[in-house]
């Protein structure tokens, strides 16, 4: 066989790479491609090439989602550290570097990490509230050098850009919360004297823009955490431990065993979750749902001896993603001669209702997500559709 007969063969044989036979397509039939991997996988995507890099930064591809109903559950966590006013977010992904021991837990970096959300224009305020509508994430009042705000801000969680809506009437310090059809209820947060019966709660209607008071229960209280269930807002008196339910424009008196068990830890901090219209909260080692029926809290079976929790931990946090419970809680390690590091531990639990009175949990997974050594907070968790 000649030479040039064995050259011609070897390039017939040479095969193109997966990843360029792709970028060969046109761009139509890739963005349609890649809106069907989990934004979870988005970040391992980038490292590919720039090309990909491109597309998936790309505004294309969210156009394409949301045209081919592709939309999902991204998960957002806030921290706020010592002596750093700026806000830090992290959103959740995949991680393509896996090092899980399975002998220490204390370096475990397992299937998930998060990973900071670059931007420039993050909101200059710390300690707010948050609150998710779709695809957005409101950051409301917080502290602004030391000073109480009235500032909203708003991130496009398809771009993870930051913009300013309409403020507050009245600037608010770490206040509650919660959305129903599409408005945002706001409480708490004012300041020792600064809230009465005609200030306490504002409402924002996300379509008109427009802030709005909401009159007062009554009640002589006016610090007020609050969520959204059932199609009612319901609000619980920090200082007189009461809780009322707006429905229709008119309040009333809730149950008092709702009252008695939707309740705060000893650093004053609630740990509480709607899902699917079931309120869950976290006391103690123990995860709890309350049953409207039988006016009763009842314990979530099956989960007992499966977080590696400590009951001394107070700083954990529950969110709604995607119809599972999302648990972040902080595990302070100490080590001799080297730097103390906090780990921060996600559990996704998933729920079952096997009886009209038992809801039985499966932990899907749990991992350490982020580890980080300065001094800090786990400040928000919340999720959103994009």
């Known amino acids: 066989m000649s030479s040039t007969t064995i050259a011609s063969t070897t390039a017939m044989k040479v095969e193109v790479p997966p990843v360029l036979t792709l970028l060969m397509l046109p761009e139509e039939l890739i963005l349609s491609c890649l809106v069907r991997v989990p934004r979870l996988y988005y970040p391992t995507l980038t490292l590919v090439s720039k090309s990909f890099r491109s597309l998936i930064n790309s505004p294309e591809l969210c156009k394409t989602r949301s045209l081919l109903a592709r939309t999902e559950s991204c998960l957002y966590v806030w921290f706020q550290f010592q002596n750093d006013e700026n806000t830090h977010w992290f959103t959740l992904y995949r991680n393509p570097y896996q090092t899980v021991d399975d002998n220490s837990q204390t370096n475990k970096l397992g299937g998930y990490k998060l990973v900071p959300i670059p931007s420039l224009d993050s909101p200059p305020s710390a300690m707010s509230g948050v609150a998710a509508v779709g695809s957005d994430i409101y950051a409301i009042g ?51 004297g600064k809230l009465d019966y005609t200030n306490w709660m504002e409402v924002f209607d996300t379509k008109t823009r427009t802030w709005e008071f909401m009159p007062s229960p009554g009640s002589e209280s006016f610090d007020y955490e609050n969520m959204a269930l059932e199609g009612s807002i319901y609000v619980r008196s920090n200082e007189k431990g009461e809780t009322f339910k707006l429905n229709k424009g008119r309040w009333r008196a809730a149950d008092l065993a709702l009252t008695s068990g939707w309740t705060y830890n000893w650093k004053r901090l609630f ?68 730097q103390n590091k906090t780990l921060v531990w996600c559990a996704e639990i998933s729920f079952k209702r096997s009886q009209r009175t038992e809801i039985s949990g499966t932990v899907e997974w749990c991992d350490v997500v982020f580890i980080y050594t300065k001094q800090g907070d786990l400040m928000h968790v919340i999720a959103t559709t994009a």
């Open 271 to 338: 740990c509480y979750c709607v899902i699917e219209n079931v309120l869950y909260c976290y006391s103690s080692v123990d995860l709890y749902w309350y049953d409207f029926i039988d006016r009763q809290w009842r314990e979530v079976k099956r989960l007992k001896g499966r977080l590696p929790m400590s009951s001394k931990n107070d700083h954990y946090r529950l969110a709604d993603y995607g119809g599972n419970l999302v648990f972040l809680w902080e595990e302070l390690v100490h080590t001799k001669n080297v």
């Open 142 to 192: 917080g502290s602004i050098d030391g000073v109480s705000s009235s500032s909203v801000f708003v991130m496009d969680t398809h771009y993870h850009t930051w913009c300013k809506a309409p403020s507050m009437h009245v600037a608010r310090v770490s206040p509650s919360a919660s959305v129903l059809d599409g408005k945002i209820y706001v409480t708490s947060g004012g300041g020792w």
